[in-house]
């Protein structure tokens, strides 16, 4: 509300000073009508009138800019779409305790008119199949559905279609039940600490701290006159490595007489799932201008420079896209992501040895599967001060195995003989839920609850198991993402705690 009124007053402002320039130019314009050169050259003089031209210039930039921003800010529609939904929870934050009923209003508009068309709707448990169905007739473009409630906490999900122009549009809206009670299914393991402090130091031995760097060289095309970046390649235990850009900011290294040399806090990022390289170094520019050194890595060993062509014949070789989150299950210490986890210490042990680090201040950050291994990483590494994370993957995994539960991705249970005691007993060794619990840093937690990639049933979950100090950012509507805007407030939240 406050920008609004601050726009309003901008506006009113630059109404103002276009109108009165417009004036003083048709002012001018007359006076050279009536006025010969030299009574003219004396009436400037005296009146400090300043160059025709100029005025002129000045009022058009100012037009066009007044129209540029009216352009801006009157894009109060962006998707761009001639339908839309709507869907208004009669509970402002979309959430229930458990026994009470939950209402919800549906609106389908054309062109932003409401429609009179008949929506058919199922109901079911956050990520499972349908308990209830049925159709309703939209009076008006509106109508109330009344969703129900839970004996137990969780997440109901009110999926909805309708068919108009011979087109189906689908849509959905869940909201929760006493969600601050829910609780995990994945077990803790006794011996989960030492498993993992046996890891880390197996790779250590393997790969002391000064051999990790395998090659590091500039990118001159992802350097500009603020920030440097450097493509680095990094030996993270005896058979694998990674690939990950460091951004820095550019007087990075730079020594100061008095101060000596700049020192800086660094910024993990990790990636979300899947068998990719990294795509975009640059979109996240904005913490290397901001004073950070950050190092976004990739977790599979592939070169974000190969080509398409060498790039499409490495990825035949995993089974899937995200098949590798499925590898070597059955067993604790062969599992696929045992060597990512380490791996992301490793890269910590490389961002806290660079000189250039101020020596207190160490961040994880990411989405999705980031976000996972951000939780993760904190757990691990005391060295971690402040952690961010949207909609974490890899949340009470196992959560399917016991009937009516919701799991988190990758939703293993839609295969079959995927959740076997074998593996969900390896699964208590690599569910966030049993790193949350551990995390001591101040933790910044994001998610939606329309998500049905990482659902909010397991956000929650990993919510209510952090004991630390921790915020969250709900975004009732989002599904699995996030905005530029919320991504560059997480920046601010770091750069506020550091020490």
Not at 89 to 109: N, S
């Amino acid at each position: 509300m406050r920008t609004h009124y601050v726009l309003q007053y901008f506006f009113k402002v630059l109404t103002f000073f276009f109108e009165f320039s417009f004036c003083v130019l048709l002012a001018y314009s007359y006076l050279c009508t009536v006025f010969d050169r030299p009574q003219l050259l004396k009436i400037q003089k005296t009146m400090r009138l300043f160059d025709y031209n100029k005025t002129l210039r000045l009022v058009v930039v100012f037009i066009t800019f007044h129209l540029s921003l009216i352009t801006t800010f009157a894009e109060n529609y962006p998707y761009r779409s001639d339908y839309l939904w709507l869907t208004v929870p009669d509970h402002a934050d979309w959430l229930y305790k458990t026994g009470e009923r939950a209402k919800v209003e549906v609106t389908f508009c054309k062109y932003g008119i409401p429609q009179n068309v008949e929506v058919n709707y199922e109901i079911g448990q956050d990520m499972l199949p349908a308990t209830t169905s049925g159709k309703v007739l939209l009076k008006n473009g509106r109508a109330v559905i009344d969703m129900g409630t839970m004996k137990q906490p969780g997440f109901r999900d009110l999926r909805l279609k309708a068919t108009i122009d011979g087109k189906t549009y689908e849509h959905h809206v869940k909201v929760g039940f006493s969600p601050e009670q829910l609780k995990p299914y994945t077990k803790n393991p006794a011996d989960f600490d030492a498993f993992w402090q046996q890891a880390l130091e197996k790779a250590r031995k393997e790969v002391k701290n000064e051999q990790l760097v395998v090659s590091c060289k500039k990118v001159d095309k992802y350097s500009d006159a603020d920030i440097d970046c450097y493509l680095l390649k990094l030996h993270t235990d005896r058979n694998h490595y990674v690939y990950a850009y460091l951004t820095c900011p550019k007087e990075c290294g730079m020594r100061n007489e008095e101060c000596g040399m700049k020192k800086y806090p660094v910024v993990l990022c990790p990636p979300g799932a899947g068998i990719k390289t990294i795509k975009e170094p640059m979109r996240n520019t904005y913490y290397a201008k901001n004073g950070f050194i950050r190092l976004e890595m990739e977790i599979h060993g592939l070169n974000p420079e190969m080509t398409d062509e060498q790039f499409k014949e490495i990825s035949t070789t995993f089974s899937g896209e995200n098949g590798y989150l499925e590898n070597g299950l059955d067993n604790r210490d062969n599992y696929y992501m045992k060597h990512v986890y380490v791996a992301c210490v490793r890269a910590l042990d490389y961002l806290t040895s660079l000189p250039e680090w101020d020596g207190r201040n160490v961040a994880v950050q990411g989405g999705s599967q980031g976000g996972a291994l951000s939780l993760i990483t904190a757990a691990l590494d005391p060295r971690v001060t402040a952690c961010v994370a949207n909609h974490p993957a890899l949340s009470d995994m196992a959560g399917y195995a016991e009937q009516g539960r919701t799991g988190g991705y990758p939703h293993l249970h839609r295969e079959n003989q995927m959740l076997t005691p074998e593996k969900i007993q390896t699964l208590q060794y690599y569910d966030v839920v049993n790193f949350a619990r551990r995390i001591q840093c101040p933790v910044y937690l994001t998610w939606g609850y329309n998500d049905n990639t990482c659902p909010p049933t397991t956000s929650y979950i990993v919510w209510n198991l952090i004991t630390a100090p921790k915020e969250a950012l709900i975004t009732p509507v989002n599904e699995h993402w996030t905005t530029s805007e919320t991504n560059y407030g997480q920046m601010l939240w770091i750069k506020d705690r550091l020490k």
